[in-house]
T-cell receptor, first 117, second 112 residues
Framework: AQKVTQAQTEISVVEKEDVTLDCVYE???????LFWYKQPPSGELVFLIR??????QNEISGRYSWNFQKSTSSFNFTITASQVVDSAVYFC??????????????FGTGTRLQVFP | EAGVTQFPSHSVIEKGQTVTLRCDPI?????LYWYRRVMGKEIKFLLH????????ESGMPNNRFLAERTGGTYSTLKVQPAELEDSGVYFC??????????FGPGTRLTVT
């Protein structure tokens, strides 16, 4: 069965600190996709990144970086020099790939990040 | 380009009543998904439309839930009759290529 675990329910940091959000997944599929979404106070889920199971290269986008390790089934998300605007709930998600297209998303329970000034 | 919109943003109903949630996907997106987050738990998949056809409805909890997408544009999700455990946030998402799903702001449903 597919499952995503985000063990950190809530994290609080002070502005400019680095913070890492953990994500561990389970799947029997050899081909799958991993995602991170951000849910700001306005409520909508904002897409951050998609990574397929064949691409273990880490990715950096500005202050955001993602570390994908198949050996530990983890897809962790790091925010460098956090800012108050980063305060949100962050969801990790998994999807199996069918015909090279993704389908339904399996979400973790989310991690609430609070960044204090 | 307008994003995914959902109506209403919040609905409070009594147990046994009927509620209809609406989702307008991004124009041109054939794929439309419904998800639900019950308080404190993970966001769970309900169903997936491709145009007006139900591609996958494996997540629908029971026959009190009815989803439609007439004409392949907007979709409605009806709960009849509503139960207390149906309370939560209902999200809609749409996708053009099924690789990236764009989510709406959700409808918060409270059943009292």
């Amino acid at each position: 069965a597919q499952k995503v675990t985000q063990a950190q329910t809530e994290i609080s940091v002070v502005e400019k600190e680095d913070v890492t959000l953990d994500c561990v997944y389970e799947t029997r599929d050899t081909t799958y996709y991993l995602f991170w979404y951000k849910q700001p106070p306005s409520g909508e889920l904002v897409f951050l990144i998609r990574r397929n199971s064949f691409d273990e290269q880490n990715e950096i986008s500005g202050r955001y970086s993602w570390n994908f390790q198949k050996s530990t089934s983890s897809f962790n998300f790091t925010i460098t020099a956090s800012q108050v605007v980063d305060s949100a709930v962050y969801f990790c998600a998994l999807s199996e790939a069918k015909s090279y297209n993704t389908d339904k998303l399996i979400f973790g329970t989310g991690t609430r990040l609070q960044v204090f000034p | 380009e307008a994003g995914v919109t959902q109506f209403p943003s919040h609905s409070v109903i009594e147990k046994g009543q009927t509620v209809t949630l609406r989702c307008d996907p991004i124009s041109g997106h054939d794929n439309l998904y419904w998800y639900r987050r019950v308080m404190g738990k993970e966001i769970k998949f309900l169903l997936h439309f491709v145009k007006e056809s139900k591609q996958d409805e494996s997540g629908m909890p029971n026959n009190r839930f009815l989803a439609e997408r007439t004409g392949g544009t907007y979709s409605t999700l009806k709960v009849q009759p509503a139960e207390l455990e149906d309370s939560g946030v209902y999200f809609c998402a749409s996708s053009q290529d099924r690789l990236e799903q764009y989510f709406g702001p959700g409808t918060r449903l409270t059943v009292t």
